[in-house]
Each structure stands twice: as C-alpha cells, then as structure tokens.
C-alpha cells in the first residue's frame, strides 16, 4: 500500500501548481470514507496543516492560503489533489498528504514546491 505524491516543481510567484496523491491498495469504500489532508513543511520550520477534506466533502483551508488553494478527492481514482494558484515565495515547502481512514492513518513521501520571487 504506498500514497504518491507528485506534481511539485519550480515555479515564479503568481504562478500555478496542481499536486496529486495517488493511494494505490486501498479499497473504494475505505478511500471514501476518509478525510485527507495536505500539509508542508518550510525549511527550519515545523509541518503545519494546508488544507483538509472530509469523506463529505467539507473542506477547511488554513488562512495562509485561503481563497488561493483548492483541495478536491476523487474517489474512483484513490486520488487527492491541491490546486495552487496565485502562489507566493511564502508558499515554498515541502507538501506531503495524508490519508486518516478507518484503517490507519497514512502520509506520501512529500514532494517539493518552489516559489521564487
């Protein structure tokens, strides 16, 4: 069972990004009923929450990045996604998901955002 992450990369201030988390070995209804969530991590700080769905599809956004990042899950594809527009220097980390379902509790390996100014 691995939890994917991709999608990061290098990019200018105001620009875009998408990353996605691929759960591969776990079944539909498990997948579903999870919440899941991003986080990241700057250099010399602590990981701290991004964004966060619910198995209903209610989402909560830390103020940083609020109006600016979308989170979405698709279910059928055991996929999560973080969409990330008008990104700032600020934003640079280290973004890793998680996966809290009924069987554990699960994190990607992360994968690297670059903003440059």
């Known amino acids: 069972v691995q939890l994917q992450a991709s999608g990061g990369g290098l990019v200018q201030a105001g620009g875009s990004l998408r990353l996605s988390c691929a759960r591969s070995g776990m079944i539909l209804s498990t997948f579903t009923g999870a919440a899941v969530d991003w986080y990241r991590q700057a250099p010399g700080k602590q990981r701290e929450f991004v964004a966060g769905i619910t198995s209903g599809r209610a989402t909560n956004y830390a103020a940083s990045v609020k109006d600016r990042f979308t989170i979405s899950k698709d279910n059928r594809k055991r996929t999560i996604y973080l969409q990330m527009d008008s990104l700032r220097p600020e934003d640079t980390g280290v973004y890793y998901c998680?996966?809290?379902?009924?069987?554990?509790?699960?994190w990607g390996q992360g994968t690297q955002v670059t903003v440059s100014s």
């Open positions: 998680n996966i809290n379902a009924d069987t554990g509790n699960f």
